[in-house]
């Protein structure tokens, strides 16, 4: 498993909770309330998410360029399941009404590269 310094759930644990971990998985909640930024940090290791609420956001790597925003995607929906071999250093700004809640299941052993 491939963790650093700015792993999420140890520079942002107001947002990135462990639910499970075991030799195979580290499951998380994370929580994102309707107009708060995240701090800066990674998820290095393959995950599958669930999305269990929340549709907008603007995700800006470490320099504060902007990577992703939603709302500038026309007709732009957040797929219910994702999946991310590495997502390097950023913070994520929730843009909707509604808090960004999503279950991420890391996958310590994969040989994904």
């Known amino acids: 498993m491939t963790l650093d310094e700015l792993d999420g759930v140890t520079v ?11 030799d ?3 499951v998380l909640e994370t929580t994102i309330a309707a107009g708060e ?4 940090h ?4 393959p995950t599958v998410m669930y999305v269990l609420s929340g549709s907008h956001f ?3 790597d470490e320099n504060g ?3 992703v925003n939603t709302r500038a995607i026309p007709d732009f929906v957040l797929p ?3 999946f ?8 994520i700004e929730n843009t909707d009404t509604k808090d960004l809640v999503v279950i991420g299941v890391e996958l310590k052993n994969s040989h994904v590269h």
């Open 12 to 22: 942002a644990p107001n947002n990135h909770k462990v639910i499970f971990e075991n």
């Open 24 to 26: 195979e998985v580290r």
């Open 37 to 40: 930024i995240t701090p800066l």
């Open 42 to 45: 990674t998820h290095l290791i």
């Open 58 to 60: 603007i995700r800006r």
């Open 65 to 67: 360029e902007t990577m």
């Open 80 to 82: 219910k399941v994702l």
């Open 84 to 91: 991310a071999e590495s997502t390097p250093r950023h913070t």
